[in-house]
């Protein structure tokens, strides 16, 4: 069982930033890719970001792309989810994952971190 643990979820405005952090096991962090996936109130679970196994590519939802950037430090066994210019509609509870296919079907989910934007 891989065990992935989120943080750095809260409250702010609309336009303020957040960054999410997600502790990986250690064998876990250098062999897979990794994502952001997120789940607001009555909505299915969607896909936010992704980065592979080394950082070296990057994958962004429409939604966020040019606001969230994902990161990883492979060293820190952590994976980043950089949130800015926040809107009301990305709040959602987001939840870490990883596996050999990320975004498509992952293999492994962390607890879910809240993030909550007002207007």
């Known amino acids: 069982q891989v065990q992935l643990v989120e943080s750095g979820g809260g409250s702010v405005q609309a336009g303020g930033s957040l960054r999410l952090s997600c502790l990986v096991p250690?064998?876990?962090?250098?062999?897979?890719?990794m994502g952001w996936f997120r789940q607001a109130p009555g909505k299915e679970r969607r896909f936010v970001a992704s980065?592979?196994?080394?950082?070296?590519?990057?994958y962004y939802a429409d939604s966020v792309k040019g606001r969230f950037t994902i990161s990883r430090d492979n060293a820190k066994n952590t994976v980043y989810l950089q949130m800015n210019s926040l809107k009301p509609e990305d709040t959602a509870v987001y939840y870490c994952a990883a596996g050999s296919r990320v975004v498509t079907g992952p293999d492994y989910w962390g607890q879910g971190t809240q993030v909550t934007v007002s207007s």
């Open positions: 980065i592979s196994w080394n950082g070296g590519s990057t």
């Open positions: 250690v064998r876990t962090c250098s062999s897979y890719a």
